[in-house]
């Protein structure tokens, strides 16, 4: 992505000092843009939990370098001490956020790589270039939703004689998301840069508005017209026929097709549905769990802190960052980070290796290695 005039990735490793990650710390944006150095797997940890990162592809791509660091931070010259102490460290990544895949993903990718090495002088190096594969990896998958997803932005901006296409969104599933490009939005920025007229609905997003604040501030750097709307909005837009089709990311998705996405999704899956808008899913295939099938029942959904519902955070007329109440304070609060939308409300997913429907036989076609 691009932020005045300079290109970002949401991760990196630091250039002078080889033993540290740095990050963009999302929970100043889009008032403030910040550079975090994560020095240890304990500080990775805490940037997950406490979503300085957030995003499935963020996450998996952050945790990959967690394991890095926890190879630098070993002492211990047995290769066997020195696995328990790395898959303690992975333990306590994996631990942080249950509903992304990701993660675990990402975490058990890069044990496996070590456990491979014979020469335990070698672990640091291995466990770093596969962090970075699963950070260029993820990359490059976003671009490759977005060449397959501007196919479906182009035949509506066909049918509507290059009239503007409006897309709805919902949380942020863009390049701060991921390592670049996003998944959502990967398409969005395909069909911008070939000058198809494009708008986008932004979903606020409650409890954290990640698209009020993360969606609406890529955009607004990148061009593309958008306008955030309050969560609720959806249905009333789709009603007056406001909407051509909305794109969502996914935290998980099952093998048959389940999407389980930030809260809210699913209401608006459902609106989807019943004024006849399309409803697609973009996602990497990191993001696939292959061993379930029944997201409503199976997939784990996160329940964060009562106090992202019953407070909200921004900045003051003075640019000073504050936490506000806007709730009573003996009021309990009930915060459920995610929701599950069946397959049958998804139109299609889009993912790295093309377009297909949301079912297991589909799914199964483009990714012919997991057929089990």
Same mark, same amino acid.
């Given at each position: 992505m691009i932020i005045k005039g300079k290109h970002y990735f949401t991760i990196w490793l630091n250039p002078s000092n080889q033993k540290c990650v740095q990050i963009i710390d999302q929970r100043h944006l889009p008032h403030q843009l910040l550079i975090e150095d994560l020095c240890t797997?304990?500080?990775?940890?805490?940037?997950?939990?406490?979503?300085h990162v957030r995003g499935a592809g963020l996450i998996g791509a952050t945790a990959g370098f967690g394991m890095y660091l926890a190879t630098l931070q070993v002492s211990s010259c047995s290769k066997t001490e020195l696995m328990k102490s790395i898959i303690r460290d992975g333990e306590l990544l994996m631990a942080t956020r249950p509903t992304?895949?990701?993660?675990?993903?990402?975490?058990?990718?890069?044990?496996?790589a070590i456990e491979k090495t014979k020469d335990s002088q070698e672990i640091s190096m291995v466990a770093l270039k596969e962090a970075m594969a699963i950070a260029d990896e993820d990359a490059e998958n976003c671009r490759r939703i977005g060449e397959h997803g501007v196919s479906l932005i182009e035949e509506i901006s066909r049918r509507k004689n290059g009239e503007t296409v409006n897309i709805l969104t919902h949380c942020n599933a863009g390049w701060l998301a991921f390592v670049d490009?996003?998944?959502?939005?990967a398409p969005i920025y395909a069909a911008y840069n070939k000058g198809i007229k494009v708008h986008v609905y932004v979903?606020? *997003?409650?409890?954290?508005?990640?698209? =009020? !604040?993360?969606?609406?501030?890529?955009?607004?750097?990148?061009?593309v017209s958008h306008t955030i709307i309050v969560d609720n909005a959806g249905g009333h837009l789709m009603q007056h026929g406001m909407v051509d089709m909305v794109i969502v990311g996914s935290d998980r998705t099952t093998c048959r097709g389940d999407v389980a996405n930030?809260?809210? *999704?699913?209401?608006?899956?459902?609106? =989807? !549905?019943?004024?006849?808008?399309?409803?697609?899913?973009?996602?990497?295939s990191s993001s696939i769990d292959w061993e379930i099938e029944d997201g409503v029942k199976e997939i784990p959904i996160e329940e964060r802190g009562s106090e992202e519902v019953k407070y909200m955070s921004g900045i003051t007329k003075e640019g000073k960052e504050e936490s506000i109440l806007i709730a009573p304070s003996e009021s309990p609060a009930a915060n459920y980070s995610f929701d599950v939308t069946p397959a049958k409300y998804v139109t299609a997913l889009i993912t790295e290796r093309g377009i297909c429907k949301a079912d297991k036989e589909s799914i199964?076609?483009?990714?012919?290695e997991h057929i089990v």
């Open positions: 797997v304990e500080q990775v940890a805490t940037a997950i939990r406490d979503m992304a895949v990701n993660l675990e993903w990402a975490v058990k990718r890069v044990i496996n490009y996003g998944t959502a939005t979903d606020e *997003t409650r409890p954290r508005n990640q698209g =009020a !604040k993360l969606t609406a501030y890529e955009l607004g750097e990148n061009g930030k809260i809210g *999704t699913y209401l608006k899956a459902l609106a =989807a !549905k019943d004024n006849h808008v399309p409803f697609y899913v973009a996602l990497p199964q076609r483009l990714f012919p």
